[in-house]
Nanobody
Framework: QVQLVESGGGLVQAGGSLRLSCAAS????????INWFRRAPGKEREFVSA???????YYADSVKGRFTISRDNAKNTVYLQMNSLKPEDTAVYYC???????????WGQGTQVTVSS
């Protein structure tokens, strides 16, 4: 069992940056992949990024080159650094853990990111 808590969301102007954090507890953090998904208003939830238990990283084409995922096992925390934000990045961002990237099992409650133009 894994418990996940997201933080770092907020309101930012287009072109700005935010760093999201996902703090994990309840199981061995290093044995899980951590994913970020997002759900924009009126749209389906979509995959954003992931980091595997081995440190491999994955990105959706829409965020590649702008977002960077990293993990700090000592702090049981995964970060999503979001740069050059666009209005279309506006969404609720969810942290999710699972056995491998893109296979979520446990979900956090989400954090709102709003990018104004």
């Amino acid at each position: 069992q894994v418990q996940l808590v997201e933080s770092g969301g907020g309101l930012v102007q287009a072109g700005g940056s935010l760093r999201l954090s996902c703090a994990a507890s309840g199981s061995t953090f290093s044995d899980h992949a951590i994913n970020w998904f997002r759900r924009a208003p009126g749209k389906e939830r979509e995959f954003v990024s992931a980091v595997s238990r081995y440190g491999s990283t994955y990105y959706a084409d829409s965020v590649k080159g702008r977002f960077t995922i990293s993990r700090d096992n000592a702090k049981n925390t995964v970060y999503l650094q979001m740069n050059s934000l666009k209005p279309e990045d506006t969404a609720v961002y969810y942290c999710a853990s699972g056995p491998v990237p893109r296979i979520p099992t446990y979900w956090g409650q989400g954090t709102q990111v709003t990018v104004s133009s």
